[in-house]
């Protein structure tokens, strides 16, 4: 436009005779402001320290890093371009701590942390697959959410787990109720909302001191046979990263006024490691080493 009807657009802009949006470049209604939010999918574990064995005797790590790819891609898909996964490395303790100081250093506005879930080592049986013995049972299945009580934004938190439990539900995905059970010993588990299959797992440390509401999601039980199979295949992971997408999406709409814009530009603010390419490793790559 020549400069000197650009110059009258602002002037009226700024004399409120139009709205300054009038300017700007059009954009497609969004009403939580997904450009700027920022979602950090953690993937549970690492290489070195890879948590639970599943059924068949692949370990969790891979699975985990598996769907947070996937939720990953359909939060970028969805608008959300600033969302980036964590992956860390190392042995646990060491992993966890740079997890979180990682993490903090982000400046995200959303942490959900991606584990598969397994039972205590009491619960285990013994099967045949492919030539070799593995631990399985069958007992329970389902996912489960985990929130902190003393995280520094508990409200925040108990929210998008509440979001995410109910987004899972209308996809006809239930949750496992036997983290209440006293057999469960140090695992035993409060149940928050009986509804969205929220509990509480106050002292876990990415839960509790990360800066941002946090969320740990069991995404189902990879120690169940039938399970195990139903983690590993795309329409499952597609219909699970749905649900998180849905749910990011609420809560961006509810948190709104608590996203800094200046975060955005904030240097420094992206980790590198962080936001370079997963390296996805095919359940079935691992499955032949
Ligand atoms: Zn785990």
Redesign the pocket.
């Known amino acids: 436009m020549p400069l000197r009807v650009r110059e009258l657009l602002i002037a009226a802009a700024l004399a409120g005779a139009i709205a300054p949006t009038a300017l700007a470049e059009p954009r497609p209604a969004d009403t939580c402001g997904r450009a700027t939010f920022r979602v950090i999918i953690d993937v ?2 690492t290489a070195q320290a890879p ?2 064995t599943s059924a068949r005797g692949l370990p ?1 790590f891979v699975f985990n890093l598996n769907l947070a790819e996937r939720i990953k891609q359909q939060l970028l898909d969805a608008g959300f371009r600033r969302s980036a996964l964590l992956i860390t490395e190392g042995p646990s303790r060491k992993g966890l701590a740079e997890r979180i100081k990682r993490a903090n250093a982000l400046g995200a506005d959303l942490f959900l942390s991606i ?2 879930d397994s039972v205590p080592d009491s619960f285990l049986e013994k099967w045949e697959f492919e030539g070799e013995e593995h631990g399985f049972s069958d007992r329970f299945h389902g996912h489960s959410i985990f929130i902190s009580q003393d995280n520094s934004d508990r409200a925040g938190s108990l929210l998008f787990a509440r979001m995410l439990g109910n987004r899972l539900r209308e996809r006809g995905l239930n949750y496992t109720p036997h983290y209440t059970e006293r057999y469960m010993g140090n695992r035993q588990r409060l149940l928050v909302d009986a509804k969205a299959g929220v509990y509480r797992y106050d002292e876990l440390l990415v839960l509790r001191d990360t800066d941002m509401p946090a969320v740990l999601l069991e995404a189902g039980s990879i120690i169940n046979r039938e399970e195990e199979l139903r983690m590993g295949s795309a329409e499952h992971q597609a219909l699970l990263g749905a649900a998180v997408v849905d749910a990011v999406e609420s809560f961006c709409k509810a948190r709104r006024p608590r996203t800094p814009t200046s975060t955005a530009s904030r240097p420094g603010g992206v980790s590198r490691q962080a936001t370079a390419p997963a390296v996805v490793v095919p359940v079935r790559a691992i499955n032949q080493r």
Request: charged share 15%; net charge negative.
């Open positions: 549970g574990h948590g639970a969790e584990h598969h």
